[in-house]
């Protein structure tokens, strides 16, 4: 299996980046997806999540501003980042997992630093200047 991510790039304050995630090698439309980051010095943390039903969950720091979306025809997905700060700052992986209790779930930020569960990328940088 695998994943990749594109999209990165440097912006200024209150520009949008769109970052996509190619998968393939696994039965994508049955796997919970998100996008994880971590910032030079921070550990990882969730960004957002979207469920094989497709609902979505966000990290408070991004509601309102950052759109996660799939497409399971082209086996992708996507993270649409409006609005973007300095705050932003950071590598941005995306993570496939399927079949494990609580990863779908209300916890699921809990699983930032497992990239030992599910199929994760090798990251995209995201640079946001002031």
């Known amino acids: 299996a695998l994943q990749l991510e594109s999209g990165g790039g440097s912006v200024q304050t209150g520009g949008s980046l769109r970052l996509s995630c190619a998968a393939s090698g696994f039965t994508y439309s049955m796997y919970c997806m998100a996008w994880f980051r971590q910032a030079p010095g921070k550990e990882r943390e969730g960004v957002a999540r979207?469920?094989?039903?497709?609902?979505?969950a966000y990290a408070d720091s991004v509601k309102g501003r950052f759109t996660i979306s799939r497409d399971n025809g082209k086996n992708t997905l996507y993270l649409q980042m409006n609005s973007l700060t300095p705050e932003n700052t950071a590598m941005y992986y995306c993570a496939a997992v399927h079949g494990v209790r609580g990863w779908c779930s209300a916890s699921w930020t809990r699983w930032a630093n497992r990239p030992d569960v599910g199929y994760w990328g090798e990251g995209t940088q995201v640079t946001v200047s002031s």
């Open positions: 979207i469920d094989d039903d497709g609902s979505t």
